[in-house]
């Protein structure tokens, strides 16, 4: 979480939240999430995403739990897709787009 915090935070504190995720996670960082990719994983990332206190680490949370390719992740990018945050929303579409679509 640190580190994808730490390579986002200058978007999001710079208004540029909404189009964070065009810069990609560094290559340590996307194997690192790849690396905890588990359904474990995901419960703790939804208890970070549900308790977020600012948009950026919801934003990550949302963006390490996509490394799972799994229907509960889609479902949860469901959810945060009409988040009030029009940041937060295109972030969670943007991932959402990255998972099988739900059946």
């Given at each position: 979480m640190s580190g994808c915090i730490g390579h986002r935070n200058a978007d999001f504190v710079g208004g540029r939240g909404a189009t964070s995720l065009d810069r990609p996670l560094t290559e340590a960082l996307s194997t690192l999430?790849?690396?905890i990719a588990y359904i474990r994983s995901l419960r703790g990332l939804e208890?970070?995403?549900k308790a977020a206190p600012d948009q950026v680490t919801l934003v990550c949370a949302l963006e390490i739990a996509s490394h799972l390719d799994h229907p509960?992740?889609?479902q949860l990018l469901t959810q945060y897709s009409s988040h009030p945050d029009a940041a937060v929303a295109?972030?969670?579409k943007r991932l959402l787009s990255t998972q099988k679509p739900l059946r």
């Open positions: 999430a790849n690396s208890s970070i995403a509960e992740v889609a295109a972030s969670a």
